[in-house]
């Protein structure tokens, strides 16, 4: 059974969701599932806790990763982004040998069901612009801010 959790951070409310096993999802906005605290969303809450307090650098969770092919593998260059560094499209693009894949890489961007785990926001335009976030723009700069030691909430 999945459960829930509702998880306030300094850049907004997030919601936590998996089971004994491991993190599904966390998103913005209200929870879908059960509200209770099976072991994974536990884990993730205290490793976000840690990060949002600039603690925590790299998350080791048992995930699952819902997606088909192309967006697991493009999700898996997105966790290899390091702490406070970004990537645009085209380089994930590139990565995955898929160089003109960037709107693709974008789309599956989009899908990311574990936000801020898989750190989708470490990616941007070419052009060093700040695009599409599921979160929104604000959220993005508050997280790339929160990696760089800005702190600047959204």
């Known amino acids: 059974m999945t459960f829930s959790t509702q998880f306030p951070t300094t850049v907004g409310a997030l919601t936590l969701e998996g089971d004994d096993r491991a993190l599904t999802r966390v998103a913005f906005g209200a929870a879908r599932a059960p509200q209770g605290d099976a072991e994974a969303v536990a884990a993730a809450a205290i490793q976000l806790e840690q990060y949002f307090a600039g603690e925590r650098m790299e998350f080791d969770l048992d995930v699952e990763l819902d997606g088909t092919e192309f967006e697991r593998r493009v999700w898996d260059e997105v966790r290899a982004i390091p702490y406070g560094q970004t990537a645009t499209y085209a380089e994930i693009a590139r990565r995955i040998g898929r160089p003109g894949a960037s709107r693709a890489v974008g789309r599956a961007n989009g899908r ?20 599409g976030y599921a979160g929104g723009i604000a959220m993005k700069r508050a997280l790339l801010d929160l990696e760089c030691g800005q702190r600047r909430v959204a």
């Open 112 to 131: 990311n069901p574990l936000a801020v785990i898989v750190p989708c926001h470490r990616v941007i335009g070419s052009d060093g612009s700040l695009t």
